[in-house]
């Protein structure tokens, strides 16, 4: 088996028990912002570790970073940022399940922002796949007992919510991808730990900041919350360690395809941990937008 696809299998179950846990911070004293930081705070000192013992065994030194690392570096820390707040803001709407598979709309997302931004023209077999997904999104945006479920749904916050993350989390992907390329090594986890190391200390750093300025008190919150924050940042660390290692050995479009096992992997942790009740209607939208995705990705 591959490297990158054990890498990605490994980010997705990783990723999954991290938003379990972000899932319980954000219900509890932490605000959405506040669950973020918490995230890549511990998650930072983490990394840090991993990769200085990994220079020390691998008996390598920290290549130069340019411009352009440091670049792609900060877009894609920040649409993570942005992503993940948005995607622990959904939970509060909609079950975990549901929330993950709105999240994981940034495949078809990353579709559109390529006809957009850099014109690459898409085939009627992929704009049906785009349709196909829409459908998806329409059955898991209504909102049980509304009379025009069908229309009203879009209009959910929801939706806005889960959508929003989905576009954040394919331009962190796009960044990320580009980071980990910029860096001067043929070792695809050097390459990886040191991209870690390098954007999970600026988010760390950044939302410190912000909190500080807007939400005073969540930073001791974080800190009172640390049994559980620490295992967010062990889980976030290995789940984005195993990301920036799938970017450096294959495509983003790829990576995403066989990441899209998070959704079964997120179906088991809503049903079975958080005893969330998953409608039919519901099972429909994920098994649609599945298909979609995984259609989309066989295309293109």
Same mark, same amino acid.
């Given at each position: 088996?591959?490297?990158?696809?054990?890498?990605?299998?490994?980010?997705?179950?990783?990723?999954?028990?991290?938003?379990m846990l972000q899932k319980?911070?954000?219900?509890?004293?932490l605000s959405a912002t506040?669950?973020?930081? +918490?995230?890549? +705070?511990?998650?930072?000192?983490?990394?840090?570790?991993?990769?200085?013992?990994?220079?020390?065994?691998?008996?390598?030194?920290?290549?130069?970073?340019? @411009?352009?690392?440091?670049?792609?570096?900060?877009?894609?820390?920040?649409?993570?940022?942005?992503?993940?707040?948005?995607?622990?803001?959904?939970?509060?709407?909609?079950?975990?399940?549901?929330?993950?598979?709105?999240?994981?709309?940034?495949?078809?997302?990353?579709?559109?922002l390529g006809l957009i931004?850099?014109?690459?023209?898409?085939?009627?077999?992929?704009?049906?796949?785009?349709?196909?997904?829409?459908?998806?999104?329409?059955?898991?945006?209504?909102?049980?007992?509304?009379? *025009?479920?069908?229309?009203?749904?879009?209009?959910?916050?929801?939706?806005?919510?889960? $959508?929003?993350?989905?576009?954040?989390?394919?331009?962190?992907?796009?960044?990320?991808?580009?980071?980990? $390329?910029?860096?001067?090594? *043929? *070792?695809?986890?050097?390459?990886?730990?040191?991209?870690?190391?390098?954007?999970?200390?600026?988010?760390?750093?950044?939302?410190?900041?912000?909190?500080?300025?807007?939400?005073?008190?969540?930073?001791?919150?974080?800190?009172?919350?640390?049994?559980?924050?620490?295992?967010?940042?062990?889980?976030?660390?290995?789940?984005?360690?195993?990301?920036?290692? @799938?970017?450096?050995?294959?495509?983003?479009?790829?990576?995403? @395809?066989?990441?899209?096992?998070?959704?079964?992997?997120?179906?088991?942790?809503?049903?079975?941990?958080?005893?969330?009740?998953?409608?039919?209607?519901? $099972?429909?939208?994920?098994?649609?937008?599945?298909?979609?995705?995984?259609?989309?990705?066989?295309?293109?």
């Amino acid at each position: 088996m591959e490297l990158w696809i054990i890498a990605t299998l490994s980010a997705a179950t990783f990723q999954t028990v991290r938003f379990m846990l972000q899932k319980l911070l954000a219900g509890g004293t932490l605000s959405a912002t506040g669950s973020t930081f +918490a995230r890549f +705070a511990y998650a930072a000192p983490a990394a840090l570790l991993v990769t200085a013992g990994y220079l020390l065994i691998s008996e390598q030194q920290v290549p130069a970073l340019g @411009a352009s690392f440091w670049l792609w570096a900060v877009f894609g820390g920040l649409g993570q940022i942005l992503a993940t707040v948005l995607v622990v803001l959904t939970f509060s709407e909609r079950n975990f399940a549901v929330g993950i598979t709105l999240k994981k709309t940034e495949v078809l997302q990353t579709a559109l922002l390529g006809l957009i931004v850099l014109g690459e023209a898409i085939s009627f077999g992929g704009w049906l796949a785009i349709l196909i997904g829409m459908a998806g999104v329409l059955m898991l945006s209504q909102t049980p007992g509304s009379a *025009d479920a069908f229309f009203s749904g879009l209009r959910s916050k929801a939706v806005v919510l889960g $959508l929003g993350s989905g576009l954040f989390f394919a331009i962190a992907g796009v960044g990320y991808r580009a980071a980990t $390329l910029a860096i001067p090594s *043929d *070792d695809p986890v050097l390459r990886a730990a040191i991209s870690l190391v390098c954007v999970t200390t600026m988010q760390a750093l950044s939302m410190a900041i912000w909190l500080s300025l807007r939400e005073p008190g969540q930073i001791t919150k974080v800190w009172q919350a640390r049994g559980t924050a620490i295992w967010l940042g062990v889980t976030s660390m290995a789940g984005t360690l195993s990301w920036f290692t @799938a970017f450096t050995l294959q495509t983003a479009a790829y990576v995403y @395809a066989l990441g899209q096992v998070e959704l079964i992997l997120s179906l088991a942790a809503s049903v079975l941990f958080f005893k969330e009740t998953v409608t039919r209607r519901e $099972l429909g939208g994920i098994g649609l937008l599945t298909l979609s995705i995984l259609a989309l990705i066989l295309i293109a």
